[in-house]
Structures are given as C-alpha cells and as structure tokens.
C-alpha cells in the first residue's frame, strides 16, 4: 500500500521536473499509471480492512488531477490562441487583457500540483498512523 503513495509521490515530482525543465510527458505516465494499476488490482483484496478507504483515496486522486491537467491543457489551447490574437491589436490594454491568461496558467498548474502532493502525503500520513481516510473529500 505504502508502495503505491511513494509511486503517487514519484509522479508528482515527475510532472513538476517535466514542468520545469520541459522533459517528456511519458516520464510522468509511468508512475502513475503503475500506481493506478496497483490501486486496481488491490481493489478486490481491500474489503474490510485498513486500506478500504486509501485505495478508494488514491483512485479518486488521480481521476480528480487527471481532470484537472486536462482542463489545463484545455486552457492553454485557449491561451495560445488568445496570445496569437494579440499580435494583431494595436491598443496596449486589449493586448494586455489577451495575454493575461498566459501568467495564470502556470498559477493553476502549481496550484493542482500542490493540492495533489498535499492530498498525497495528507494520505500516507493517515496510512502510516493507521487511521481511516475519507475518500470523497475534495481537501484534507
């Protein structure tokens, strides 16, 4: 169980490598599909125990940043198209207000990534003091 938080974690620290130093997406894909698939597979094994709760956690964190990095990705098309708008405009606020959205990307991007390694470790921490979890919150 504790091997499929650190692959969750290992994922988050992918994203924000690929992120900042522009590698590949695949290198994110990879841990996170492994965990998605442990968090499955353990699925018929977690009834009435301690991590009936943190498999259910784990599947929905990763259904909610999924959604997430697609709205954002989504966002971004929009944005890029804005900018190009931009080129054409000749008054400096209308060119202002269509590149705005190229700042706030990268704030919704760290944001989804905050929230998830603080929905992550918020996770292992509950495993660690084996405590049940809350799989349907949005938060801690």
């Known amino acids: 169980m504790i091997l499929t938080y650190i692959?969750?974690?290992l994922?988050?620290?992918n994203f924000l490598i690929?992120?900042?130093?522009g590698f590949p997406i695949r290198i994110v894909l990879i841990p996170t599909?492994?965990?998605l698939f442990i968090a499955y597979a353990k699925l018929d094994e977690k009834n009435k125990t301690i991590y009936d709760n943190?498999?259910?956690y784990l599947i929905r964190t990763f259904l909610i940043v999924f959604c997430m990095a697609f709205l954002i990705f989504i966002y971004f098309c929009i944005?890029?198209?804005l900018s190009l708008q931009s080129l054409y405009v000749d008054n400096y606020w209308e060119n202002f207000l269509l590149s705005l959205p190229i700042f706030i990307t990268p704030v919704f991007t760290i944001s989804c990534v905050l929230w998830c390694?603080?929905?992550i470790l918020n996770g292992m921490i509950k495993l660690y003091k084996q405590k049940d979890i809350n799989p349907m919150t949005w938060f801690i």
């Open 7 to 9: 692959l969750a974690i």
């Open 11 to 13: 994922s988050i620290a």
């Open 18 to 21: 690929s992120f900042l130093y």
């Open 33 to 35: 599909v492994i965990a």
């Open 54 to 56: 943190h498999l259910d």
């Open 79 to 81: 944005t890029i198209l």
């Open 117 to 119: 390694i603080i929905r």
